[in-house]
């Protein structure tokens, strides 16, 4: 079966401070690939998603994802994170033969000024 | 504007009561989902639907029930026989252009259902 993971639980880090978010999954099919925020008290949206061609994704509000593919791996990025970055991040991944999207347990990020 | 409609926002039930969550949505998404969001543990599949009068079981099925009689609307039954409902509770859509792509998926606010 499926199944998604996100090694980091729970990171702290300071504004302006580099952002790497682990994400990897067991298909070895093609795949598509997401990562979705959910900032506190609101619904989930889409930060960036990969379908195909060019490995490096760019998202909205600076984030960018690589999927590797070799490792089985699309981590989030961001060079310098910001207060209001404070979230939860999930990332996602839905198999070709398949209509249903997999979860991660998702990371809660905290950004402190 | 389009989007995805959750009620209610918070339901309180009795223990070993039936409750129905409502989704409803008007983007015109062939395809229709439940999520469950657990502390810690992600958002997890209850039930999918990719067209209307047809749906298919998630990952943790037990307990629940849904219908799609009608294209806009998907709503989950949560019975008594689920051991843990209390959680939040996500629907999604999304549109498929062809087999190996989706436009991602739209989530609505969620209903947060507490059984006391």
């Not at chain 1, 979705?36 to 930060?47: A, I, M, N």
């Not at chain 2, 037990?62 to 949560?78: A, D, I």
Request: some cysteine.
């Amino acid at each position: 079966a499926q199944s998604v993971s996100q090694h980091n639980h729970h990171v702290i880090l300071s504004e302006a401070a580099s952002l790497e978010l682990g994400c990897n999954y067991s298909y070895g099919g093609t795949v598509n690939l997401f990562w979705y925020v959910q900032y506190p008290g609101q619904h989930l949206q889409l930060l960036l998603k990969y379908f195909s061609g060019d490995p490096l994704v760019k998202g909205i509000k600076g984030f960018e994802a690589e999927f590797i593919k070799s490792k089985f791996s699309f981590n989030l990025r961001k060079p310098s994170v910001q207060w209001s970055d404070t979230a939860e991040y999930f990332c996602a991944v839905k198999s070709y033969n398949t209509d249903k999207l997999i979860f991660g347990t998702g990371t809660r990020l905290q950004v402190f000024p | 504007d389009g989007g995805i409609t959750q009620s209610p926002k918070y339901l309180f039930r009795k223990e070993g009561q039936n409750v129905t969550l409502s989704c409803e949505q008007n983007l015109n998404h062939d395809a229709m989902y439940w999520y469950r969001q657990d502390p810690g543990q992600g958002l997890r599949l209850i039930y999918y639907s990719q067209i209307v009068n047809d749906f298919q079981k998630g990952d943790i099925a037990e307990g629940y029930s849904v219908s799609r009689e009608k294209k806009e609307s998907f709503p989950l039954t949560v019975t008594s026989a689920q051991k843990n409902p209390t959680a939040f509770y996500l629907c999604a859509s999304s549109t498929e252009r062809d087999r190996g792509s989706v436009d991602g998926y739209t989530f609505g606010s969620g209903t947060r259902l507490t059984v006391v």
